[in-house]
């Protein structure tokens, strides 16, 4: 005969591992399903590599309000 205790872990293995299963899809499809949304006109943010680029974009949108964000990680 089975103890009742190894009956009681391998179920509560089991159940970690339907839990897990559960909480990992969740997060997949709040991933898939929350891709960023622009509102309609709006472009696109732009990942500018280097000064050129910069300056370029800059110099184009003359007359429009223009924000330049610097992110450096510490």
Do not use: C
């Amino acid at each position: 005969m089975v103890k009742q205790s190894s009956i009681n872990r391998s179920m509560s293995k089991r159940g970690m591992l339907v839990l897990l299963a559960i909480v990992a899809s969740a997060f997949w499809v709040m991933h898939v399903m929350t891709e960023p949304q622009l509102a309609p006109g709006q472009k696109p943010l732009t990942d500018i590599k280097d000064i050129k680029t910069l300056r370029a974009q800059f110099n184009r949108d003359v007359g429009k309000i223009r924000l330049v964000i610097f992110v450096v990680p510490t």
